[in-house]
């Protein structure tokens, strides 16, 4: 909101972040985008443009309570799905628990995913190509988040990206040849630090429903990130409800 205001200003002053949260530091402040919710929908107004400066320092997030920390931690396994499984690796072997978290291995870790980001933002900063691989998980992920939120239960948006992620796997296996083996492995290893949301078969329609109001998707179909293998995205990938089902089903035989 700050770098919105900023942005339009006497037409535009200069502004850097001082990210306080973990999913500001390696997400939101991160690439430019700058907006404002409008209407009941997300980000319906703003501009994409640059802060001059960002200052991220991990001692900021000592204060931050665990369900926030673990929110913006998902953004950061998501950088590692689309990039690095050398990083995935790290990111699940990192205790996320209150009492354990490590601030010095912290920092490194957030530095790694700002890079991350910027190194695709750099190549695509309006999002026409290669910046998209930065929505894997958030098709399901926002619908979750809404379907949630509809209901006064509130998820946090990396929790809901997290739950995303695992279908998204699933479809990544079905349409991308994804590895099953590591389709499970994945699977678990998101599973160990989120908790399952709570949905059932009645609440598919639904589901589907809001994936399709999206505003990433246009004519009532439905756009998806996957992956052929941790680290190679493939943007742009239609999928059909039936495959939704597929994946929502996938879901919720999890650890049953
Ligand atoms: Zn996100």
Same mark, same amino acid.
């Given at each position: 909101?700050? %770098?919105?205001?900023? /942005?339009?200003?006497?037409?535009?002053?200069?502004?850097? =972040?001082?990210?306080?949260? !973990? !999913? %500001?530091?390696?997400?939101? /402040?991160?690439?430019?985008?700058?907006?404002?919710?409008?209407? %009941?929908?997300?980000?319906?107004?703003? #501009?994409?443009?640059?802060? &001059?400066? #960002?200052? #991220?320092?991990?001692?900021?997030? *000592?204060? !931050?309570?665990?369900?926030?920390?673990i929110s913006?931690f998902a953004e950061?396994l998501k950088?590692?799905v689309?990039? +690095?499984?050398?990083?995935?690796?790290?990111?699940?072997?990192?205790?996320? /628990?209150?009492?354990?978290?490590?601030?010095?291995?912290?920092?490194?870790?957030?530095? *790694?995913?700002?890079?991350?980001?910027?190194?695709?933002?750099?190549?695509?900063?309006?999002? &026409?190509?290669?910046?998209?691989?930065? =929505?894997f998980g958030h098709t399901f992920g926002h619908a979750f988040e809404s379907f949630f939120?509809?209901?006064?239960n509130y998820l946090k948006h990396g929790e809901a990206v997290a739950q995303g992620m695992i279908c998204e796997l699933f479809l /990544?296996?079905?349409?991308?040849?994804?590895?099953?083996?590591?389709? !499970?492995?994945l699977t678990g290893k998101i599973m160990e630090k989120y908790e399952k949301i709570n949905i059932n078969?009645?609440d598919f329609?639904?589901i589907?429903?809001l994936m399709?109001?999206?505003?990433?998707?246009?004519?009532?179909?439905?756009?998806c990130?996957?992956?052929?293998?941790?680290?190679?995205? #493939?943007? +742009?990938?239609?999928?059909? *409800? *039936?495959?939704i089902?597929?994946a929502l089903n996938y879901y919720l035989q999890i650890f049953?």
């Amino acid at each position: 909101m700050g %770098g919105f205001a900023a /942005s339009t200003f006497k037409r535009g002053i200069d502004f850097i =972040n001082i990210p306080t949260t !973990l !999913l %500001g530091q390696v997400d939101a /402040s991160a690439g430019g985008k700058t907006g404002i919710n409008f209407n %009941g929908l997300k980000n319906e107004i703003g #501009v994409i443009n640059q802060a &001059k400066h #960002v200052i #991220v320092d991990a001692n900021f997030l *000592k204060t !931050l309570d665990n369900k926030e920390f673990i929110s913006g931690f998902a953004e950061m396994l998501k950088h590692a799905v689309i990039s +690095d499984k050398k990083y995935f690796n790290r990111l699940s072997g990192y205790d996320t /628990s209150e009492i354990n978290v490590d601030y010095e291995v912290l920092n490194s870790l957030i530095e *790694k995913s700002i890079i991350i980001k910027y190194n695709i933002v750099e190549q695509d900063p309006y999002e &026409k190509g290669i910046r998209k691989a930065l =929505n894997f998980g958030h098709t399901f992920g926002h619908a979750f988040e809404s379907f949630f939120s509809e209901q006064g239960n509130y998820l946090k948006h990396g929790e809901a990206v997290a739950q995303g992620m695992i279908c998204e796997l699933f479809l /990544s296996n079905k349409k991308q040849g994804f590895p099953v083996m590591e389709l !499970l492995e994945l699977t678990g290893k998101i599973m160990e630090k989120y908790e399952k949301i709570n949905i059932n078969h009645d609440d598919f329609e639904n589901i589907i429903n809001l994936m399709s109001h999206d505003k990433k998707n246009s004519a009532g179909q439905i756009n998806c990130t996957l992956i052929s293998e941790v680290g190679k995205p #493939v943007i +742009d990938r239609i999928v059909e *409800k *039936k495959e939704i089902n597929e994946a929502l089903n996938y879901y919720l035989q999890i650890f049953m």
